[in-house]
């Protein structure tokens, strides 16, 4: 199966930085790539994702990069608010198929 | 977007009795629909795909006489726990796609599963 791998575990930044969360996976038949960030105790919820035909995708502080040769994904967020404050996943699917999730990142964004 | 509904979303049961988690999909039909477990602090981990009428496909390591899902309808999947221990404590979510063509999944509010 796909093994997807999510660094780093935590991270911190001050309020109006950037934050960059990079993930790795294993499949070179994953075709989709999704970001979701989870509050406390809810559903996870999607903010951007990317699929294998494009190499980058931007939604306003939001962007995803991904390389496929390397099979490494990363989400970068601009400009953090300390409502960004949470857990992201990064994800790796083929078409049809499950999920499989990285580890988790959680952020704290310092006011 | 596509709404997912979990039920119930916290359960508290004695151990040794079984609990039903239903997952539904509201305004859409899910011919699969994917089982999630996750423990504080950690990742979704995936337990099962389950299937409209067929058997559900269970990842590795999980006990599929222990976690069974009927999926009988395409807006409805049900994970029963079945002989509940204290060590099946966790947070339980199911999602769902509206196709199978490189979309989101969207996922149920979660059921938190305590075993006393």
């Known amino acids: 199966g796909e093994n997807v791998e999510q660094h780093p575990s935590t991270l911190s930044v001050q309020e109006g930085d950037s934050a960059v969360i990079k993930c790795t996976y294993s499949?070179?038949?994953?075709?989709?790539f999704p970001w979701y960030k989870q509050e406390l105790g809810k559903r996870p919820q999607l903010i951007i994702d990317?699929?294998?035909?494009?190499g980058e995708k931007k939604d306003q502080r939001i962007a995803v990069t991904l390389n496929k040769t390397a099979k490494h994904f990363s989400l970068h967020i601009t400009e953090t608010q300390p409502e960004d404050s949470a857990v992201y996943f990064c994800a790796a699917s083929k078409t049809g198929n499950q999920f499989y999730f990285g580890t988790g990142t959680s952020l704290t964004v310092i006011p | 977007g596509a709404v997912v509904s979990q039920h119930p979303s916290r359960v508290i049961c004695k151990s040794g009795t079984s609990v039903k988690i239903e997952c539904r999909s509201l305004d859409f039909q899910a011919t699969t629909m994917f089982w999630y477990r996750q423990f504080p602090k950690k990742s979704l981990m995936l337990m099962a795909t389950?299937?409209?009428?067929?058997?559900?496909?269970?990842e590795q390591g999980v006990e599929k006489d222990k976690f069974l899902i009927n999926h009988a309808s395409l807006t409805l999947s049900t994970l029963t726990v079945t002989s509940a221990h204290p060590e099946d404590s966790s947070f339980y979510i199911c999602?769902?796609?509206?196709?199978?063509?490189?979309?989101?999944?969207?996922f149920g509010q979660g059921t938190r599963l305590t075993v006393v």
């Open positions: 999602s769902a796609r509206v196709d199978n063509v490189n979309t989101e999944a969207f």
């Open positions: 990317i699929r294998s035909n494009v």
């Open positions: 499949d070179s038949a994953s075709n989709y």
């Open positions: 389950s299937n409209e009428g067929s058997k559900a496909t269970y």
